[in-house]
């Protein structure tokens, strides 16, 4: 079927979003020099998912160019979305991880509530993991939780440092803090026995944006500032892998690595994090596994990484706005 002058305009269109979002997905080689660009990934997928339906609808040949792009880029799609899974091993032991950047618990009233800190509470003893991670924690603010005897908290001499904590029910054999240079972020690590297995629990917070949420890309006035901040910070997050590899390439344990990446899993951070590791996510994961909003961009920004050969028996996003984050949670099997 001919298609009419707006229809061969709406093909040129399509065409260079599908290439545009193979860029995106690191599906082919990208020419953009632009690293916040793979923030958008979700907004251009929903563009040539509208025009794929928009051909398909009128049931015209370009309808193949989604599809095509689709076969192209088919190992990053599970990155983006994930359909429920019905065939997750089951396992009646488990051991179960949360990682939430609880954003010291609402201290400067960022969310109209003054009960910012109970509501957490009540939700963490509801889900009872085993193990908690916390990014930007404050011991002023924190609930009680009493069913975590075994605490590793921030040393005190990192003044100006974004507050790390790892709750445990388990005793705490070893720990360490990983203080990254010349950064207010860092990490830490507790290795851990469970079952006679030992394990090392890192809880990672990697160089954030500080732009308020409310900034936009289309509005700011100091739009290409932004690009600049944004490129500083995804090297200094490179970096900061680095320095982590360098603390775990001394390990000898399996490690689960939780993290507040700041960025997205068609960056280099995410690439580089994930090598040789498995995102509980892709394993037991469903829909986007958005964890933030930014300028109401949905991405997927926290991260709980494992072995290879580590069983996920179940992996979640709890939507409660009790922060900007949203806490993830995972439970492994532990047969």
Same mark, same amino acid.
Request: aromatic letters at 18%; hydrophobic letters at 40%.
């Given at each position: 079927?001919?298609?009419?002058?707006?229809?061969?305009?709406?093909?040129?269109?399509? @065409?260079?979003?599908?290439?545009?979002?193979?860029?995106?997905?690191? #599906?082919?080689?990208?020419f953009f020099g632009f690293?916040?660009?793979?923030?958008?990934?979700?907004?251009?997928?929903?563009?040539?998912?509208?025009?794929?339906?928009?051909?398909?609808?009128?049931?015209?040949?370009?309808?193949?160019?989604?599809?095509?792009?689709?076969?192209?880029?088919? $190992? +990053?799609?599970?990155?983006?979305?994930?359909?429920?899974?019905?065939?997750?091993?089951?396992?009646?032991?488990?051991?179960?991880?949360?990682?939430?950047?609880?954003?010291?618990?609402?201290?400067?009233?960022?969310?109209?509530?003054?009960?910012? #800190?109970?509501?957490?509470?009540?939700?963490?003893?509801? +889900?009872?993991?085993?193990?908690?991670?916390?990014?930007?924690?404050?011991?002023?603010?924190?609930?009680?939780?009493?069913?975590?005897?075994?605490?590793y908290i921030q040393p005190?001499? #990192?003044?100006?440092?974004?507050?790390?904590?790892?709750?445990?029910?388990?005793?705490?054999?070893?720990?360490?803090?990983?203080?990254?240079?010349?950064?207010?972020?860092?990490? /830490?690590?507790?290795?851990?026995?469970?079952k006679q297995k030992r394990?090392?629990?890192?809880?990672?917070?990697?160089?954030?944006?500080?732009?308020?949420?409310?900034?936009?890309?289309?509005?700011?006035?100091? #739009?290409? /500032?932004?690009? @600049?901040?944004?490129?500083?910070?995804?090297?200094?997050?490179?970096?900061?892998?680095?320095?982590?590899?360098?603390?775990?390439? $001394?390990?000898?344990?399996?490690?689960?690595?939780?993290?507040?990446?700041?960025?997205?899993?068609?960056?280099?951070?995410? =690439?580089?994090?994930?090598?040789?590791?498995?995102?509980?996510?892709? /394993?037991?994961?469903?829909?986007?596994? +958005?964890?933030?909003?930014?300028?109401?961009?949905?991405?997927?920004?926290?991260?709980?990484?494992?072995? +290879?050969?580590? =069983?996920?028996?179940?992996?979640?996003?709890?939507?409660?706005?009790?922060?900007?984050?949203?806490?993830?949670?995972?439970?492994?099997?532990?047969?």
């Amino acid at each position: 079927m001919k298609l009419s002058f707006f229809e061969q305009l709406l093909v040129v269109v399509n @065409v260079f979003s599908l290439i545009f979002q193979l860029m995106l997905m690191g #599906s082919i080689p990208s020419f953009f020099g632009f690293s916040i660009l793979n923030l958008f990934v979700p907004l251009v997928v929903l563009l040539n998912l509208v025009l794929f339906s928009y051909w398909l609808l009128k049931m015209k040949w370009p309808f193949l160019l989604f599809m095509g792009a689709f076969l192209v880029g088919y $190992g +990053e799609w599970n990155l983006l979305y994930q359909f429920p899974k019905t065939a997750v091993r089951k396992s009646s032991t488990t051991l179960s991880v949360m990682s939430y950047n609880v954003r010291l618990f609402n201290a400067y009233d960022w969310i109209n509530d003054p009960d910012i #800190s109970n509501k957490i509470e009540a939700l963490i003893q509801e +889900e009872n993991p085993d193990v908690i991670c916390f990014q930007e924690y404050s011991k002023t603010h924190a609930p009680r939780l009493d069913a975590y005897e075994y605490k590793y908290i921030q040393p005190s001499r #990192s003044m100006g440092k974004s507050p790390l904590a790892i709750y445990s029910k388990f005793p705490i054999l070893d720990q360490g803090y990983i203080d990254f240079d010349a950064s207010t972020n860092s990490g /830490a690590y507790v290795d851990l026995l469970f079952k006679q297995k030992r394990f090392r629990v890192y809880n990672l917070h990697f160089e954030s944006f500080r732009i308020n949420a409310k900034d936009s890309l289309f509005t700011n006035p100091n #739009s290409d /500032a932004i690009q @600049v901040k944004f490129d500083e910070v995804f090297q200094k997050q490179l970096t900061q892998i680095e320095q982590f590899n360098g603390v775990e390439n $001394g390990n000898t344990y399996p490690s689960i690595v939780c993290t507040d990446l700041n960025n997205t899993q068609f960056s280099k951070a995410y =690439k580089r994090l994930s090598n040789n590791r498995q995102d509980a996510f892709v /394993a037991a994961g469903k829909g986007l596994g +958005e964890t933030f909003y930014f300028s109401s961009f949905p991405l997927r920004i926290d991260f709980i990484f494992s072995p +290879e050969d580590f =069983k996920v028996n179940e992996f979640k996003v709890i939507q409660e706005k009790y922060s900007d984050h949203y806490p993830i949670l995972t439970r492994f099997a532990w047969d």
